[in-house]
């Protein structure tokens, strides 16, 4: 489902009242660190294929 004009505008305007015109780009750029980060580990993330699992018997 994609936003429309007026929907994307009527949520920008509400983000605008509830958080203030200076403090949207603060928000951004964390939210921006916070998706770079999560994609990060995730691709630092070591892989166990299931061959290799160690089993206890």
Do not use: Y
Not at 6 to 35: C, N, W, Y
């Amino acid at each position: 489902m994609l936003l429309r004009g007026q929907d994307l505008l009527l949520v920008i305007l509400l983000l605008v009242l509830f958080f203030g015109a200076k403090k949207i780009p603060d928000l951004a750029k964390g939210l921006g660190e916070g998706i770079k980060s999560f994609k990060q580990s995730v691709k630092d993330e070591p892989t166990v294929k299931p061959e290799e699992k160690k089993t206890e018997v």
